[in-house]
Nanobody, 124 residues
Framework: LQLVESGGGLVQPGGSLRLSCTAS????????IAWFRQAPGKEREGVSA????????YYADFVKGRFTIARDNAKNTAYLQMNSLKPEDTAVYYC??????????????????WGQGTQVTVSS
């Protein structure tokens, strides 16, 4: 069971990045997927989640209108499109998966499988 993130990098404020999370060893379509991030000296925080089935999406207030989560079950891959990036978006971004039906979509407690993370740096 493995999750691999990619797509991080250095971008200027106002720029965009698309993160990918590819899963192997899972029945991918049966899992809820979320993105979390952790900045230096800060706790990990939930960014966005997408459910299995109806693919409902959820966002933290600080990314609403700027980030979009999506999934392609045929490719076992989830995406996080990040637009209008700000310096405060700088963090290591992780994808995670769960089969939990808990309604705390952005609470890391419910997620069982995690990727290794990808660094996103927003700086001029």
């Amino acid at each position: 069971l493995q999750l691999v993130e990619s797509g991080g990098g250095l971008v200027q404020p106002g720029g965009s990045l698309r993160l990918s999370c590819t899963a192997s060893g899972f029945s991918f379509e049966d899992y809820r997927i979320a993105w979390f991030r952790q900045a230096p000296g800060k706790e990990r925080e939930g960014v966005s989640a997408i459910t299995s089935g109806d693919q409902s999406t959820y966002y933290a207030d600080f990314v609403k209108g700027r980030f979009t989560i999506a999934r392609d079950n045929a490719k076992n891959t989830a995406y996080l499109q990040m637009n209008s990036l700000k310096p405060e978006d700088t963090a290591v971004y992780y994808c995670a998966m769960t089969q939990s039906l808990a309604s705390d979509y952005l609470e890391d407690f419910w997620y069982d499988y995690w990727g290794q993370g990808t660094q996103v740096t927003v700086s001029s």
